[in-house]
């Protein structure tokens, strides 16, 4: 048996015959298709996959295949001046400042960003109405931060349920679980144990030296304070690099593979790039259902990418009404770069 490994797969090649015609075992999927009743199944060569875990998960993250970014104090100028360019109009809004009270900022936020770009026009603020994925996804997420924090889980049920019932803000997601009906329960309880043993599986036991930290906060402000980046990751790795970028970002999903997931990596590195002479090297999502690592090396271009997308993003939540109910407007008009670089531009709807 021959093993491969691409990207986040290894491939485990099984030498079985070329069907008739072919041209012998290969790496590619494995085809499927109808077999006719009248017929024999033809067996087919193809890779078994199997997640990565242990030294080789952390080596895919460690080692992207490019050079790490350096530190680059006109970069991150550079960014920032763009930011601040795009984000102006709201700084310059009449009541941001009042006397002495200054009006809540603007926070921007990846779930909200996605909101924005996907749903356009206005849209009401508030909670995404639990469902039993969601509550997966939180519980999960709690016990990831455990089992790197302290190396072990013990039964997933009780140590999540245990966890969101110390935190107020979980209150009513706990008592819409409650309110499961006992299939629906069941199935919820056996998919986070499924989970967590993937997890127990094939994350190892991460260096102290490395920093490890979990519910990472990260915060930019920007057009006078009345803007807000605002992150928390589930898991940071590395020391903020002063000359080269040491710092990898790891996101935690529980469901399956969305195009948005990318968006939000890019969202994580450019709040650290702006927070931090160089950005992370590395920025990750980590699939608990599939046990599949999806890493993204930092670039110019992803970072460039990401304040696009910001900028358009934030002027489209500060034209929608906010929850206190009043009307919020962007007054003036901004283009933005439509290839992720400054001083290309084309018109954003916002």
């Given at each position: 048996?021959?093993?491969?490994?691409?990207?986040t797969h290894r491939w485990e090649h099984c030498a079985?015959?070329?069907?008739?015609?072919?041209?012998?075992?290969?790496?590619?999927?494995?085809?499927?298709?109808?077999?006719?009743?009248?017929?024999?199944?033809?067996?087919?060569?193809?890779?078994?996959?199997?997640?990565?875990?242990?030294?080789?998960?952390?080596?895919?993250?460690?080692?992207?295949?490019?050079?790490?970014?350096?530190?680059?104090?006109?970069?991150?100028?550079?960014?920032?001046?763009?930011?601040?360019?795009?984000?102006?109009?709201?700084?310059?809004?009449?009541?941001?400042?009042?006397?002495?009270?200054?009006?809540?900022?603007?926070?921007?936020?990846?779930?909200?960003?996605?909101?924005?770009?996907?749903?356009?026009?206005?849209?009401?603020?508030?909670?995404?109405?639990?469902?039993?994925?969601?509550?997966?996804?939180?519980?999960?997420?709690?016990?990831?931060?455990?089992?790197?924090?302290?190396?072990?889980?013990?039964?997933?049920?009780?140590?999540?349920?245990?966890?969101?019932?110390?935190?107020?803000?979980?209150?009513?997601?706990?008592?819409?679980?409650?309110?499961?009906?006992?299939?629906?329960?069941?199935?919820?309880?056996?998919?986070?144990?499924?989970?967590?043993?993937?997890?127990?599986?094939?994350?190892?036991?991460?260096?102290?030296?490395?920093?490890?930290?979990?519910?990472?906060?990260?915060?930019?402000?920007?057009?006078?304070?009345?803007?807000?980046?605002?992150?928390?990751?589930?898991?940071?790795?590395?020391?903020?690099?002063?000359?080269?970028?040491?710092?990898?970002?790891?996101?935690?999903?529980?469901?399956?593979?969305?195009?948005?997931?990318?968006?939000?990596?890019?969202?994580?590195?450019?709040?650290?790039?702006?927070?931090?002479?160089?950005?992370?090297?590395?920025?990750?999502?980590?699939?608990?259902?599939?046990?599949?690592?999806?890493?993204?090396?930092?670039?110019?271009?992803?970072?460039?990418?990401?304040?696009?997308?910001?900028?358009?993003?934030?002027?489209?939540?500060?034209?929608?009404?906010?929850?206190?109910?009043?009307?919020?407007?962007?007054?003036?008009?901004?283009?933005?770069?439509?290839?992720?670089?400054?001083?290309?531009?084309?018109?954003?709807?916002?």
């Amino acid at each position: 048996m021959a093993v491969m490994e691409t990207g986040t797969h290894r491939w485990e090649h099984c030498a079985i015959p070329a069907s008739p015609g072919g041209t012998g075992p290969g790496w590619g999927p494995a085809r499927t298709g109808v077999v006719p009743a009248a017929t024999t199944p033809v067996r087919r060569s193809g890779p078994i996959w199997t997640p990565l875990a242990g030294p080789e998960l952390l080596d895919r993250l460690r080692f992207t295949g490019r050079p790490r970014p350096v530190a680059d104090a006109e970069r991150a100028d550079s960014l920032r001046q763009f930011l601040e360019e795009g984000l102006e109009p709201l700084g310059r809004e009449p009541g941001v400042h009042e006397g002495s009270v200054a009006r809540p900022p603007l926070v921007v936020t990846k779930a909200r960003l996605t909101e924005a770009h996907s749903r356009p026009g206005p849209r009401a603020a508030g909670d995404r109405a639990p469902t039993p994925a969601i509550a997966c996804g939180i519980l999960i997420g709690v016990l990831f931060r455990q089992l790197i924090t302290t190396g072990s889980i013990g039964d997933p049920v009780a140590d999540g349920f245990g966890a969101l019932a110390v935190d107020d803000r979980h209150a009513d997601l706990l008592a819409w679980v409650g309110r499961l009906p006992d299939d629906q329960r069941r199935a919820l309880d056996a998919e986070v144990r499924r989970q967590a043993e993937g997890l127990v599986r094939r994350w190892p036991a991460l260096d102290p030296a490395w920093l490890p930290r979990t519910e990472e906060p990260m915060r930019a402000d920007l057009a006078g304070g009345a803007v807000v980046l605002a992150a928390r990751v589930d898991l940071a790795v590395g020391r903020p690099g002063l000359d080269v970028a040491s710092v990898a970002v790891v996101e935690v999903k529980s469901g399956a593979r969305r195009g948005e997931h990318r968006d939000d990596l890019g969202f994580y590195a450019l709040i650290e790039a702006l927070r931090h002479p160089a950005p992370p090297f590395a920025v990750a999502t980590y699939y608990t259902r599939t046990g599949e690592l999806d890493v993204e090396p930092v670039s110019d271009e992803l970072l460039w990418a990401a304040a696009d997308r910001t900028v358009a993003g934030a002027l489209a939540l500060a034209a929608c009404t906010p929850p206190d109910g009043g009307e919020r407007r962007v007054t003036g008009g901004r283009t933005l770069a439509g290839t992720g670089r400054p001083g290309e531009h084309g018109t954003i709807p916002g």
